[in-house]
């Protein structure tokens, strides 16, 4: 699985979401799987079911609630926790990939070529 950055050199991925597509932030300070706002949850169809949890961002405090989603992730459907939070503005992106989708893969970062790749070690042909 390859990545791109944008334009201000953050590793960003495609994912599908719920059957949609959308652009997501990699973020090691994030132990989640995956995190959004309430607009992009409402467009990808995850509804919140927990009660809210307050947190500190690197934005300021906010709160989050639990949705879950089905995420095609190497090529197979994962059913997932979803932090949607509650006003949190996190840019051009429609969400963020924490470290807990990533545990068990093989992250390399490639500052000189700006390519960024998550390698499933189970897999040869990825």
């Given at each position: 699985?390859?990545f ?5 050199n953050?590793?960003?991925v495609?994912?599908n ?8 932030l990699?973020d ?12 992009i949850a409402?467009e990808l169809?995850?509804h919140p ?7 500190e961002?690197?934005?300021g405090?906010a709160?989050?609630r ?8 190497f ?5 997932i926790?979803?932090?949607?939070w509650?006003?949190?503005?996190i840019?051009?992106v429609?969400g963020?990939?924490g470290?807990?989708l990533l545990?068990?893969?093989i ?5 000189n070529e700006?390519l960024v ?10």
């Amino acid at each position: 699985m390859r990545f791109l950055y944008d334009s201000r050199n953050r590793p960003l991925v495609e994912l599908n979401v719920n059957g949609q597509v959308k652009k997501f932030l990699i973020d090691t300070g994030f132990t989640g799987n995956l995190a959004v706002g309430e607009k992009i949850a409402s467009e990808l169809d995850i509804h919140p079911k927990s009660r809210r949890y307050p947190a500190e961002t690197a934005g300021g405090s906010a709160g989050f609630r639990i949705g879950y989603a089905n995420l095609l992730w190497f090529g197979a459907s994962r059913y997932i926790g979803v932090h949607v939070w509650e006003t949190v503005s996190i840019g051009p992106v429609d969400g963020i990939v924490g470290v807990n989708l990533l545990v068990g893969y093989i992250p390399n970062v490639d500052f000189n070529e700006g390519l960024v790749s998550i390698t499933d070690p189970a897999r040869e042909d990825v």
